[in-house]
C-alpha cells in the first residue's frame, strides 16, 4: 500500500496542539505556535538568563496532587489539573501503579483483517489494543459513563471501537474484521471515506480526536480564555493553562495521551523572557542529518529542543522593549502524559515526495527524558516501549504492520498475520510512530 504523508522533514519538530491544531514550530514567535489559545506571562527582568522557579511551590503543587486512583473510578471522578512531571504516579483518573482488576479471557494475539489499503489503520489499532490503559478503559466499560450525546458521533465511534476490541480480546478468533470500526471512522472523519491509502500517524490524531469528542465531559459551547492573574510563577502559569484547556476537553483520552508543552522567548538585548505553555497529543520529531549510519533517539529530542535563534524577519516583538528585537526560543516539556507518542517525520513533501530510510535507535526500555524536562531537578518519569507503527517500502508503495509488546514477549502484526519477533528486530530504519508507557513507580 502506498502512503501519504503531510509532515516536512524540516529541521525543527512539531506536535499536534490542541484537539486538531497542528502547529509546526519553525515559527518565529509563540503566537504562530498554536492558535490563540496560548497563554503566556512576562518574566521581567532577569538574572542569570534564567526563569525564577519557586522550588518549594512546586513542592507544595506535587504534595496537593500525590494520590492514586484506581481503573475502577476511570471516567466516573474527578480530574487532576497537575503537572505529570512533578508527580509522576499521579494523573488524575489515570493511575499505573494499581493492577487492574480486569480478567481477559484472550491474549490479544489477533489479527486484523485487510479491508483494502487498511493496513494503516490496522497498525495503529494494535498499538492501541496492546496499551494497557487504552485497553482497560474500554474493555471494563468504564467508558460508557463517559459517552457524550452532543458529539458528532453521539458515542458511535467509541462504542463500535470498544466493540472491535472485545473482539480481539475474546479468545475467539484468530482474525477479526474492523469493518464496522472502519464505517464509524470514515463518518466521524470524511478523509477516510473509501480505501485509498493514507498515514497511520494522521489516522492516530483524527481517530484520537474522534474518539476524544465522544467522551468529552468538558464544557460546550464558545471557547473563553481566562487571562491568568498577575505575578504567576511559570509552574502556576502551567497549571492555569491546563485547568483551561481540560475545562473544555475533558476525557479519560486526554489523561492518557495529552502532555504540556513550553516554550521560552528571551530576549537577547533585555533578557525578558515570555513563556507560553501548549498542550500536545504526540511529538513530532525530526531526523537530523547523520554523517554516520544512523541516529539515536536522544539525538531527535536534542534537534527538537534546541535553542532557535530569531533574527531578521523572524525577529519577535519584546513585550519590555517594546520593539522587535532578536531573540532565541526553547521548548521543554512541563507535563509528560502517561502514554507518549512520538512520529518520526521521515517523509518530505519537498518538490519531490521522499522518505528518509535513516535507522533511528530507540530505547525498548528505560527511555529518561530529565533532559527534556522544565524541571530537570525533579523526578522525571521513565518510559517503556509498548508498541511501533512500522512502513516499509517508499512514498508511493508501501506497507505497515506493528510490533506489539504482549506479556513480556513482541510480536509482529501484519493485517491478519501474527508472529513472534526478538527483541534485536523490534528497532529498524522502518520504524513510523512510538508508543511509550510511563513506568509505574517500583
Not at 23 to 28: A, D, K, P, V
Not at 34 to 49: E, I, K, P, V
Request: charged share 25%; aromatic share 8%.
Amino acid at each position: 500500500e502506498a502512503v501519504v504523508s503531510t509532515q516536512s522533514t524540516g529541521s525543527n519538530g512539531s506536535a499536534t496542539i490542541g484537539s486538531r491544531h497542528y502547529g509546526s514550530y519553525s515559527s518565529s514567535s509563540h503566537s504562530r505556535l498554536a492558535s490563540s489559545s496560548s497563554l503566556s506571562r512576562s518574566g521581567g527582568l532577569q538574572t542569570g538568563g534564567s526563569s525564577r522557579i519557586n522550588h518549594s511551590e512546586i513542592e507544595k503543587i506535587a504534595n496537593k496532587y500525590r494520590r492514586s486512583v484506581s481503573i475502577d473510578s476511570l471516567g466516573s471522578s474527578g480530574r487532576s489539573s497537575e503537572i505529570v512531571n512533578v508527580e509522576p504516579s499521579a494523573n488524575g483518573r489515570i493511575a499505573q501503579d494499581l493492577p487492574s482488576k480486569l480478567t481477559l479471557a484472550g491474549n490479544g494475539l489477533v489479527g486484523l483483517k485487510n479491508l483494502g489499503n487498511t493496513c494503516f489503520m490496522n497498525s495503529i489499532l494494535q498499538c492501541l489494543s496492546h496499551s494497557a490503559l487504552v485497553r482497560e478503559y474500554f474493555l471494563s466499560k468504564k467508558y460508557k459513563a463517559d459517552l457524550s450525546s452532543t458529539s458528532k458521533m453521539q458515542g458511535r465511534l467509541a462504542e463500535e471501537f470498544a466493540s472491535l476490541l472485545n473482539d480481539m480480546w475474546a479468545g475467539r478468533h484468530d482474525t477479526v474484521s474492523p469493518n464496522k470500526f472502519k464505517s464509524a471512522v470514515a463518518k466521524s472523519a470524511p478523509r477516510f471515506v473509501g480505501y485509498s491509502q493514507q498515514d497511520s500517524q494522521e489516522f492516530l490524531r483524527f481517530f484520537m480526536e474522534g474518539l476524544h469528542e465522544d467522551l468529552n465531559k468538558g464544557k460546550k459551547g464558545k471557547r473563553k480564555i481566562e487571562e491568568p492573574p498577575k505575578g504567576l510563577t511559570d509552574v502556576q502559569l502551567a497549571e492555569h493553562r491546563w485547568n483551561g484547556y481540560t475545562s473544555y476537553d475533558n476525557s479519560t483520552i486526554v489523561d492518557i495521551f495529552v502532555g504540556l508543552l513550553k516554550s521560552t522567548l528571551t530576549c537577547s538585548v533585555c533578557d525578558h523572557k515570555s513563556v507560553t505553555f501548549d498542550p500536545f497529543w504526540d511529538l513530532s520529531l525530526p531526523l537530523p542529518r547523520s554523517k554516520g549510519s544512523g541516529l539515536n533517539l536522544q539525538s531527535c529530542f536534542a534537534e527538537f529542543t534546541q535553542e532557535e535563534i530569531l533574527d531578521g524577519d523572524e525577529k519577535p516583538t519584546c513585550e519590555n522593549c517594546k520593539k522587535r528585537q532578536k531573540c532565541t526560543k526553547q521548548f521543554s516539556i512541563e507535563r509528560f502524559p502517561p502514554i507518549l507518542v512520538l512520529h518520526l517525520k521521515r517523509f518530505s513533501e519537498v518538490r519531490y515526495r521522499t522518505k528518509l530510510s535513516t535507522k533511528v535507535d530507540f530505547p525498548i526500555e528505560n527511555l529518561d527524558l530529565s533532559e527534556l524536562s522544565s524541571h530537570p531537578h525533579l523526578s522525571t518519569p521513565k518510559y517503556d516501549l509498548v508498541g511501533v507503527s512500522n512502513h516499509s517500502g517508499n512514498t508511493f508503495s508501501g506497507h505497515y504492520i506493528a510490533y506489539c509488546k504482549v506479556g513480556s514477549r513482541w510480536h509482529r502484526f501484519s493485517d491478519s498475520s501474527v508472529s513472534s519477533i526478538s527483541r534485536s528486530d523490534i528497532v529498524s530504519s522502518e520504524a513510523y510512530v512510538l508508543f511509550y508507557e510511563r513506568q509505574r513507580p517500583r
